[in-house]
């Protein structure tokens, strides 16, 4: 029975990432300049790191090619995340205006079609520069290779899960769109940072309150010293994030349904 | 003395096509105007959407260089005397705003003041003379924002007119302006005509405006004048098909491609 | 001249004024700089420390503080100029603009000169708080504001004038916005936005002195934590030869726009 459930929500899932990619096609030449915007863009925090190790090679035992993993791995889970699930990203804005109304004529669960909705260009350039960088600055063998593909299908998770998380403040508050964006701000900065910098009560919030933990520290572990159980515990981390996040969501929308909502635009 | 002067004029874009512009193909966006407009008259110029209408004024504001042919606009020659042009030349477009959104309408005034270099003395008498026939006492210090779009538009062409323009290039004035702010924009600007004789030229497709502003109607087609008659003999004196037709009938049946010969045998005047 | 200097003045004193509403947007900004300056502050302390010396490049851990507070308080405050111009191109404003007695680059770059002075302040005012907090203050000299406020005003003039030479090309391109991503991430990263230039390996040094980029951001943050008035004239004599070197760039691309137009219609 859920089996087969989980099938067609993988049918659907195709369907729409098949139906945005020729969208994207479609105008094949912004998608490339996006794309290859936000390779530059990368490529400039990389720069800097490049140049930082070039004068400081070690950091609390970080070195060049820790940081380089975690570019790659923060760029490609952020990326694959936010790819194909590219109305997560603005989910605050789109609730207080009242947009989820469209989406409610839908037959089947709701948050599976609001998410695939649409794609961005952007996200794929950070999946191509996360890849990118990890294969030709990392020169992985094989078994590394692999655990990176598997974190960075976790971290992916990680972002959705978050997306959810701060997102769904707007059921709660109502206009909840500056608080959403800054608390994205702060889990986007954290997660292009070496987690050894912070310690004591951040590193609680970096694993708890802003999971970037899951992102810039646990993942980059554990592909530096091919930790299976730092990888275990990433994925365990992702799989409750995502939980939590579609949790709060239905929930919210629980109260959506009932017209429960504060300060909602008319 | 003639505001406006123009004979044969012709503009052919030529359009690249392919990576390197190899192929190019020349588009006709205005065949021949030849058009005399006498100083303080106010015309209607308009046309479908794609006729010329705004090529010619280009032309006529000297950010355009015709192919062929000569125009004269306050005695001056456009393409080459442009920055003495511009100064006689007030303009408002409906859909574009010369005022600052967030800041008062009055902080926009004492910046144009500046840009056209409007003596201070001159410029305080003049700005208290719109204000108190704009109406705008009311809402000078408000921001720009905050005004309804009827108050917006009536500081817009306020400002238009700091400067004592000569010509007034009004494009689309009333778009989107409930019916009384639109009568009392209309008024405004014949008022503005008759005592201070600033030659009119009016883009718009509300006829509306058209009949309460324009002493003339001068209708463009394929880069050609279809129509160039006073307001009054065209709606007096038009039959369409045998029958008295209304400004609006008559300007659809020009903008549905007729050209100024077949016109003849539906228009005729009686 | 002295009709379009009271031109350029008026100009950017109304886009400063109409830009006093983003001083309400400071709480806002306030999260953001409080976190970067803080990751920044766990970055240099680390680096400090695991180098065993209390001078880097010249700076001290509170300098660097301090310096890097100049810095993102300049990045934060980049006028919307070149896409502004973009935008005037498309939409047909342009022909608009062009009705006025002022040069339109003139015009452009005045405002943005009037915009971003009222948000550099705003910016500092904030960022000069939070390193208040994190580490106190410096011992200022009491020319460095000065010579601050100075340098970056010339500053703002070169990067208008190197915005202005991008959105230009508007007339030619169909999109700009790669070309400014390229001009801003280079100055980012040239221009010591993240790390002081003294920092960089010497080949790279000797070569971006050369480069404009250095003089918008490097050498005003310099200047303030290490005000020097030999440094003060170096200074302004690079921004002013560079002012005038793109000066005339800005003057021969716009007289082919202005040809552009009158045969095209822009």
């Known amino acids: ?266 | 003395m003639n505001a406006v002067e123009t004979d044969n004029l012709r503009k052919v874009f030529e359009i690249k096509k392919g990576l390197l512009g190899r192929d190019s193909k020349t588009v006709v966006a205005v065949e021949a105007i030849s058009l005399t407009v006498p100083a303080g008259q106010s015309v209607a110029f308009i046309g479908p959407n794609g006729a010329g209408k705004s090529t010619t004024i280009k032309m006529l504001t000297g950010i355009l260089k015709p192919s062929s042919g000569t125009a004269s606009v306050l005695g001056l020659d456009p393409w080459k005397q442009r920055s003495k042009l511009v100064r006689q030349i007030g303009a408002v477009f409906g859909q574009r705003s010369q005022l600052w959104l967030h800041l008062p309408p009055s902080d926009s005034f004492d910046l144009l003041a500046e840009i056209y270099g409007i003596p201070k003395n001159d410029y305080r008498k003049r700005k208290a003379l719109l204000v108190e026939r704009f109406d705008l006492g009311r809402f000078l210090s408000t921001p720009v924002r905050k005004l309804s779009l009827g108050e917006r538009m009536r500081a817009e062409i306020a400002a238009s007119l700091l400067h004592r323009p000569q010509l007034l290039l009004l494009d689309e004035p009333t778009i989107g302006v409930d019916v009384i702010a639109r009568q009392n924009l209309r008024d405004l600007v014949c008022q503005w005509n008759r005592e201070e004789g600033v030659t009119v030229f009016l883009t718009s497709h509300d006829t509306g405006d058209i009949e309460s502003v324009a002493d003339r109607v001068v209708v463009i087609n394929h880069g050609r004048i279809v129509l160039d008659d006073s307001l009054s003999s065209v709606s007096e004196n038009t039959l369409i098909e045998g029958k008295p037709a209304g400004l609006e009938e008559i300007i659809a049946h020009l903008f549905s491609g007729a050209t100024n010969l077949s016109m003849q045998n539906c228009i005729s005047p009686s | 001249m002295k009709n379009s200097i009271r031109q350029i003045w008026a100009v950017a004193k109304v886009a400063a004024r109409s830009n006093l509403a983003y001083i309400g947007e400071v709480a806002s900004r306030t999260f953001f700089l409080a976190v970067i300056l803080f990751i920044f502050l766990k970055l240099w302390q680390a680096t400090y420390r695991e180098s065993a010396s209390s001078v880097l490049g010249g700076l001290t851990l509170k300098q660097m503080l301090w310096y890097l507070t100049v810095t993102e308080a300049i990045y934060m405050s980049a006028p919307r100029l070149a896409q502004q111009i973009d935008e005037d191109v498309r939409s047909g404003a342009l022909a608009v603009r062009l009705l006025k007695p002022i040069s339109y680059p003139l015009y452009c770059l005045s405002s943005a000169l009037g915009e971003r002075i009222v948000r550099f302040l705003a910016n500092f005012a904030t960022g000069a708080a939070v390193t208040f907090c994190l580490v106190g203050p410096f011992d200022c000299s009491p020319a460095a504001p000065l010579m601050l406020l100075v340098t970056v005003l010339l500053a703002f003039v070169l990067d208008g004038l190197g915005h202005l030479i991008i959105g230009l090309w508007a007339f030619w391109l169909e999109d700009t916005s790669g070309l400014l991503l390229i001009y801003t991430r280079l100055s980012m990263i040239l221009g010591g936005m993240l790390i002081p230039m003294e920092l960089f390996p010497d080949w790279l040094k000797s070569f971006v002195l050369f480069l404009p980029f250095p003089y918008l951001v490097w050498g005003p943050a310099h200047l303030f934590v290490h005000s020097n008035w030999l440094q003060f004239a170096q200074l302004l004599g690079c921004q002013f030869l560079y002012i005038l070197l793109l000066l005339a760039i800005v003057k021969v691309i716009y007289g082919w726009a202005l040809e552009r137009i009158s045969a095209h219609g822009g």
């Not at chain 1, 789109?94 to 839908?106: A, F, H, K």
């Not at chain 1, 992985?140 to 290779?145: E, G, Q, R, T, V």
């Not at chain 1, 769109?177 to 970096?206: H, R």
Request: proline share 3%; with cysteine.
């Open chain 1, 1 to 266: 029975m859920w089996f087969s459930k989980i099938l067609s929500y993988l049918r659907l899932a195709r369907a729409y990432i098949k139906l945005n990619w020729s969208m994207q096609m479609e105008y094949r030449g912004a998608f490339l300049s996006q794309a290859l915007a936000m390779f530059l863009n990368n490529g400039t925090w990389l720069a800097f790191w490049l140049l930082f190790f070039n004068r400081f090679p070690v950091i609390k035992g970080w070195e060049q090619s820790d940081v380089v993993t975690l570019w790659a791995i923060s760029a490609a889970g952020f990326g694959l995340g936010n790819a194909f699930c590219w109305n997560l990203h603005n989910l605050a804005a789109m609730i207080s205006r009242g947009e989820l109304d469209v989406w409610m004529l839908y037959p089947r669960a709701l948050l599976p079609h609001l998410a695939l909705g649409k794609m961005s260009a952007t996200a794929i350039g950070d999946l191509a520069f996360g890849y990118f960088i990890y294969i030709v600055m990392v020169r992985p063998d094989l078994h590394h290779f692999l655990l990176f593909n598997a974190l960075v299908v976790a971290v992916a998770l990680v972002f959705i899960g978050f997306n959810l998380w701060r997102g769904s403040l707007a059921f709660y508050f109502g206009q909840a769109e500056v608080l959403s964006e800054q608390w994205f701000f702060a889990m986007i900065t954290f997660s292009t940072y070496p987690n050894c910098l912070f310690d004591g009560w951040l590193k609680v919030v970096l694993y708890t309150l802003i999971p970037a933990g899951l992102v810039s520290g646990l993942p980059v572990e554990a592909l530096r010293d091919f930790d299976i159980g730092a990888a275990a515990f990433t994925w365990l981390g992702a799989l409750f994030v995502l939980a939590s996040g579609a949790a709060s969501f239905e929930l919210g929308l629980r109260r959506y349904q009932s017209g429960n909502l504060l300060g909602m635009r008319s």
